[in-house]
DNA sequence: CGATTGGTTATTGTCTACAGTTTACCCATA
DNA sequence: TATGGGTAAACTGTAGACAATAACCAATCG
C-alpha cells in the first residue's frame, strides 16, 4: 500500500489537458458572455477552428452542447447563431431562476448544519468588505460563491445543475445591471443565514424569493439607466 | 403565384430525413429508456455505429448530448456508458419536478384562460376513459398529455423545458410504477382543474405539489411490489 | 420591369483514416 | 504463488477529405 506518504490532498492533480471540445467549449462560452460573439451573429466552424487553432470537430461537438444549454440555436444545415435574448425570455429565466434558489434556500435552512452556516457567513464578509472597496468584480465573484454555497448546503445535485445553467445565463442578460446594487444585496444575505440558521424554511424560501425578486424588479427597470 | 391550386394543409410535408445526429438520439434515447441498453453498460461508438448503419461522428454527437442530458455518463478517453440511477438521485428528481410542476400549475392558474380549462378537461376525459377500458398505455399517454398541457398554459418555455428534461428521466426510473396508480391520479387531476379554473393559484400550486409527492410516495413505497 | 430559373460559392453533414491512451492479458521472476 | 513489467488489442480523440445542401447572384423570359 502506498497510502502512506501521499497526503491526501496534496497530489498535484498533474494537468492533463483533458478533451479538447472541454476546453473548445469553456472557450466559446467566454467569447459569448463577453459579448465578443454578440447575439445573432453567425458562428462559422472553420472560423473558429482556424482562430481557436484546432480542426472542426471540437468545434463542432462544443457548439452542439452550446445549443442544448441554450446559448447558440443551431439551425439544421445552416449553422451555428449566438442565441438573441429577447425580453420575455429573460424575464420567463428570471422567474425560473428564483423558483430554483428559493427551493435551494429553503432545503439548505432543512439540512445546513451550523458548518454550513458559518461558511455563509464567511462569504458574507467577503462579499461585505468587496463592495466596501468598491470592488465590484469581488463582490461580483463572491455573490455567485455565496449562491453556490447556499446550493451545495441544499444537497441536491439536480437542482444544483439546473440553477448553474439558469443562472450562468440569466448573468448574461443582465450582467451590466448586476454591478449596481451591491449593498442591498448583501443585507439580504445576511437575513437568509439568520433564516437558515434558525433552520426555518419558510422564512428562508421566502427571503430568498424576495431577493431574487428584488434583483429581477432591478432588471425591468434597467432601461432609464 | 401557384398559390391556387396547393390546399395549404394538403401538402404531406415530405418527410425530410434531417440531420442524422437527431435521429440516432432519439435511437439511441428509446433504446435506453426502453431497456435494450441496460445502466452502467459500456457503449462502444463503433458497435452502435455499426448497428444503426452510419459512421462513428453521428453517434459521438448524439452521446454527447445524451451525456449533457444525463442519460449517459461521458468518462474521458474511455467511451460513453449507461448512466446508472441511484435512490438519492432519483429522489431528487423527484423533488425538482415537484417544484417545477407545481410552478407550472400556479402559472396556469394565473394566465390560463377558459379556453385552456376546457382543454385540460377534454384530456381528462379522456385519462378517464382509458383507465375505465384498462388501457394502461393510453392512461399513461394521456397523463402525459395532460400535464404537458398544464405546462403549456402556464407559458413560461423555459420552465417547459427544464419540465420536459426531468419529467423524461423520472419516467425513466418509476415507469413500473406508474401503472399501479390510475383511478385515483385522474380524481386529483380533477381538483387541479377546478383550482385553475378559479384561478386559485395557491390552492392549485398546493393540488399540483400534493399530486406529484403522492407519485413520489408511490416511488419509494415499490419494493413490495 | 419583375419574376423565375439556373449556376456558383460558401458552409454544413458525413465518412475515412490516423494518432494517443487506456485496459487487459501474459509471461518472467522473486 | 504473487508481483512486476511489458506487450498487444481495443477504443477514443482528432484531423482531414468528400458529398450534399442552402443561400446568393446574375441572366433570361414573360
Chains 1, 2 share one sequence.
Not at 43 to 65: C, D, F, I, N
Amino acid at each position: 500500500m502506498l497510502s502512506r506518504g501521499l497526503p491526501q490532498g496534496a497530489v498535484p492533480k498533474l494537468e492533463r489537458p483533458g478533451p479538447l471540445r472541454e476546453r473548445v467549449y469553456e472557450a466559446l462560452l467566454e467569447l459569448i458572455t463577453t459579448r465578443a460573439l454578440r447575439p445573432g451573429q453567425h458562428l462559422v466552424e472553420s472560423e473558429l477552428a482556424g482562430h481557436l487553432g484546432v480542426s472542426r470537430q471540437p468545434v463542432r461537438e462544443a457548439l452542439q452542447r452550446l445549443n442544448t444549454e441554450g446559448w447558440v440555436d443551431l439551425r439544421p444545415a445552416q449553422g451555428a447563431f449566438v442565441h438573441e435574448p429577447t425580453e420575455e425570455e429573460a424575464d420567463q429565466l428570471l422567474t425560473v431562476r428564483t423558483l430554483l434558489e428559493a427551493e435551494a434556500a429553503r432545503l439548505a435552512a432543512a439540512h445546513g448544519g451550523p458548518s454550513g452556516v458559518e461558511a455563509l457567513e464567511e462569504l458574507c464578509v467577503k462579499g461585505e468588505r468587496a463592495v466596501l472597496a468598491d470592488d465590484v468584480d469581488g463582490a461580483v465573484a463572491a455573490n455567485a460563491e455565496f449562491h453556490a454555497k447556499v446550493m451545495e448546503l441544499a444537497g441536491n445535485a439536480v437542482l444544483a445543475e439546473l440553477a448553474a445553467q439558469v443562472d450562468r445565463r440569466v448573468r448574461w442578460y443582465y450582467t451590466p445591471v448586476a454591478r449596481q446594487r451591491g449593498k442591498q444585496s448583501w443585507i439580504e444575505h445576511r437575513e437568509l443565514i439568520a433564516a437558515i440558521s434558525a433552520q426555518d424554511e419558510r422564512r428562508a424560501t421566502d427571503v430568498m424569493r424576495a431577493h431574487t425578486e428584488h434583483t429581477r424588479r432591478t432588471y425591468h427597470e434597467r432601461e432609464r439607466g
